[in-house]
C-alpha cells in the first residue's frame, strides 16, 4: 500500500476494531442470531492517524467461509472531504493513481476533480479473520454507481476489470482494504451531503445458497446531524434482507 493512502490505514483499522469491538463474541454464530464476530483485521501498515472522531457510520455483519466458520465483516465510512482542503491531497494523489485512466477515453486528475467539485470519502473495510475464501463472493457498495471508487487491499477484485474503479467490487476472501470514494456535483460546489445519495454494504445473490447474517447499521452523530434521515432509504432497520446488509439511497 502506498505510503500515503487515505487518513487512516490498515493498521489503525485494526487498532479501533479491536477497541470498539472486543465484546463481541468471536469464532462461530448460529445463523440469524444477534452475535456478531469481531472484525480484527492483521496490520499491515504503520498507523498514521487513529481517530474514530470523522466516523459517519459502521455496518457489521456474518458471512461464512467455504468450511462453513462465520466470519464478522465491517465497513467505516468517514466523513468526506473537499477538492480543496489540504487534508484531502493524500486522498486526491492515490484516487489519481488507483482510477486516472478515467472512463470512456476522459482521465482523471486533479484538475478534473476541482473542476466537477469533488469530495473523497475515506471507506474502511475489515474481517475477523485473513485469507479465509468466503463461501461466496460478497457483492460490495461502496459509494454512487455514477462515481469511481479506488480500493487497495487483498481479496478484492473489480467486476469491470476494463474499468476498474467504474465497475464495483467483488469482496471474495476475508481481508482489510481502504476505499476512497469519489462524489461530484458540479460547480458550484461542492456538495458535502452527496455521499447520502449513494449506497453502502454487502449483499449476496438470492440464488447463492449463502446468507448475510446479524447485519447492524450504527449511524453516529455527524450521520445524524447530516439529515440522512430526510433521505430515502437511510433507516438502519431496513438494511438486513438476509443476502443483504446495505444502507442508503433508495430513490431511484
Same mark, same amino acid.
Given at each position: 500500500?502506498?505510503?500515503?493512502?487515505?487518513?487512516i490505514?490498515?493498521?489503525?483499522?485494526?487498532?479501533?476494531?479491536?477497541?470498539?469491538?472486543?465484546a463481541?463474541?468471536?469464532?462461530?454464530? *448460529?445463523? #440469524?442470531s444477534?452475535?456478531?464476530t +469481531? =472484525? &480484527?483485521?492483521?496490520? /499491515?501498515?504503520? !498507523?498514521?492517524?487513529a481517530?474514530?472522531a470523522?466516523v459517519?457510520?459502521?455496518?457489521?455483519?456474518?458471512?461464512?467461509?467455504?468450511?462453513?466458520?462465520?466470519i464478522?465483516?465491517?465497513l467505516?465510512?468517514?466523513?468526506?472531504?473537499?477538492?480543496?482542503?489540504?487534508?484531502?491531497?493524500?486522498?486526491?494523489?492515490?484516487?489519481?493513481k *488507483?482510477? #486516472?485512466?478515467g472512463?470512456?477515453? +476522459? =482521465? &482523471?486528475?486533479?484538475? /478534473?476533480?476541482? !473542476?466537477n467539485?469533488?469530495?473523497?470519502?475515506?471507506?474502511d473495510?475489515?474481517?475477523s479473520?485473513?485469507?479465509?475464501?468466503?463461501a461466496y463472493?460478497?457483492?460490495?457498495f461502496?459509494?454512487?454507481?455514477?462515481?469511481?471508487?479506488?480500493v487497495t487491499?487483498?481479496?478484492?477484485?473489480?467486476?469491470?476489470?476494463?474499468?476498474?474503479?467504474f465497475? #464495483?467490487?467483488s469482496?471474495?476472501?476475508?481481508?482489510s482494504?481502504?476505499v476512497?470514494?469519489?462524489?461530484e456535483?458540479?460547480?458550484?460546489?461542492?456538495?458535502l451531503?452527496?455521499?447520502?445519495y449513494?449506497?453502502?454494504?454487502?449483499?449476496?445473490?438470492?440464488?447463492?445458497?449463502t446468507?448475510?447474517?446479524?447485519?447492524?447499521?450504527?449511524?453516529t452523530?455527524?450521520?445524524?446531524?447530516?439529515?440522512?434521515?430526510?433521505?430515502?432509504?437511510?433507516d438502519?432497520?431496513?438494511?438486513?434482507?438476509?443476502?443483504?446488509?446495505?444502507?442508503?439511497?433508495?430513490?431511484?
Amino acid at each position: 500500500m502506498a505510503p500515503g493512502l487515505a487518513r487512516i490505514s490498515l493498521a489503525a483499522v485494526g487498532m479501533v476494531l479491536v477497541s470498539t469491538l472486543v465484546a463481541c463474541a468471536s469464532g462461530t454464530a *448460529a445463523p #440469524g442470531s444477534g452475535a456478531t464476530t +469481531t =472484525p &480484527v483485521p492483521t496490520p /499491515t501498515a504503520t !498507523a498514521t492517524q487513529a481517530s474514530t472522531a470523522d466516523v459517519l457510520f459502521t455496518i457489521t455483519a456474518n458471512v461464512r467461509s467455504k468450511d462453513g466458520t462465520t466470519i464478522g465483516i465491517q465497513l467505516t465510512a468517514h466523513e468526506p472531504i473537499a477538492y480543496s482542503k489540504a487534508e484531502s491531497k493524500p486522498l486526491i494523489t492515490d484516487f489519481v493513481k *488507483a482510477c #486516472g485512466a478515467g472512463l470512456a477515453g +476522459t =482521465p &482523471v486528475t486533479a484538475d /478534473t476533480l476541482s !473542476a466537477n467539485g469533488a469530495i473523497l470519502m475515506q471507506i474502511d473495510l475489515a474481517s475477523s479473520v485473513h485469507d479465509q475464501p468466503f463461501a461466496y463472493p460478497l457483492d460490495l457498495f461502496l459509494g454512487s454507481p455514477y462515481f469511481g471508487q479506488a480500493v487497495t487491499g487483498k481479496g478484492i477484485s473489480p467486476l469491470d476489470t476494463a474499468n476498474n474503479c467504474f465497475g #464495483g467490487y467483488s469482496w471474495d476472501s476475508a481481508g482489510s482494504a481502504i476505499v476512497v470514494a469519489d462524489f461530484e456535483s458540479g460547480n458550484p460546489g461542492p456538495d458535502l451531503g452527496s455521499w447520502r445519495y449513494a449506497s453502502y454494504g454487502f449483499s449476496v445473490p438470492f440464488d447463492s445458497g449463502t446468507t448475510i447474517e446479524a447485519c447492524k447499521v450504527t449511524l453516529t452523530d455527524k450521520a445524524t446531524a447530516a439529515n440522512v434521515s430526510t433521505v430515502d432509504g437511510w433507516d438502519p432497520s431496513q438494511a438486513a434482507s438476509g443476502t443483504s446488509c446495505v444502507i442508503g439511497y433508495a430513490g431511484e
